[in-house]
């Protein structure tokens, strides 16, 4: 694994060839590229130009003043993808929870030039905010993230999934936080998130388990026939709960597009 610095966010990356695709893989809220490590052990990282990002705010990248609302970051990460990929082949993307918004947003942005979209249970319905929504309860940033750091601790004693993303919450800023709580809620109300990544023309697929995802989303995906992929008894964490499969079938699917 490999490390650069692109416009202040700190991205993971493999050894890179220009000949081949790339896969940019997106955390969700409150997280970080470490819930991605074991991509560079995988297929993937043997057949296309992995890069990892740590989000503003988020793991080791600190808020980006210029780009502080969560629609702001898909336009800065639009532009680095489109600079770093210039010489490359086509971009994939990977997306998790409530920055599948942002990838979602990447993909309106570069069109032609995405591949292939694995939503790995980005928000769809207004149901599927039950982290991200948690900072607009609280006076401040500091008490959001002094409330929900225990609450996840708890969880972390008794689940493996919460462990890795303690980890990641750890490094949180409280305002990067609050940020993309307050400026993904118009996204989100009335199902906007999940008819804009119904309408995208690339080739998508939506990852979810039926342990978390809820009775609103499932419904939404059959109703609207979005493309998915079940794995039943696996939670929201699908490349920390079911890794060796995950990396498998993003490969498999990708290989199928060449």
């Given amino acids: 694994m490999k490390i650069k610095i692109l416009k202040q966010l700190f991205i993971r990356h493999n050894e890179l060839d220009n000949s081949r695709q790339s896969i940019w893989f997106l955390h969700g809220f409150a997280d970080s590229g470490l819930v991605y490590k074991e991509v560079f052990e995988s297929s993937i990282s043997?057949?296309?130009n992995v890069y990892v990002v740590d989000l503003p705010g988020f793991g080791v990248s600190p808020i980006h003043l210029d780009y502080i609302s969560i629609k702001k970051q898909a336009e800065l990460l639009s532009k680095?993808?489109?600079e770093e990929t210039r010489e490359q082949q086509r971009v994939n993307i990977v997306a998790h929870s409530l920055g599948a918004l942002i990838g979602t947003w990447i993909c309106q942005t570069l069109?032609?030039?995405?591949?292939y979209y694995f939503n790995i249970e980005g928000n769809l319905t207004e149901a599927d905010s039950y982290f991200s929504s948690k900072p607009l309860g609280f006076d401040?940033?500091?008490e959001f993230t002094e409330a929900f750091e225990k609450e996840i601790f708890e969880k972390a004693k008794s689940e493996e999934?919460?462990?890795?993303?303690?980890?990641s919450l750890r490094f949180a800023n409280p305002?990067?936080?609050?940020?993309?709580s307050l400026s993904s809620q118009e996204y989100v109300a009335g199902n906007k998130c999940g008819y804009e990544f119904k309408?995208?023309?690339c080739k998508k697929l939506y990852i979810w388990g039926d342990v978390d995802t809820s009775a609103d989303t499932q419904a939404f995906i059959k109703t609207h026939e979005i493309p998915n992929r079940l794995y039943a008894g696996v939670g929201h964490w699908h490349m920390v709960e079911n890794s060796e499969f995950f990396y498998r079938d993003i490969n498999e699917e990708i290989l199928k597009t060449r």
């Fill in 46 to 48: 043997k057949n296309l």
């Fill in 80 to 82: 680095i993808i489109l």
């Fill in 111 to 115: 069109k032609d030039k995405i591949n």
């Fill in 140 to 142: 401040s940033a500091i």
């Fill in 161 to 167: 999934r919460y462990k890795r993303y303690y980890s």
């Fill in 175 to 180: 305002e990067g936080m609050r940020n993309w």
């Fill in 199 to 201: 309408v995208l023309s």
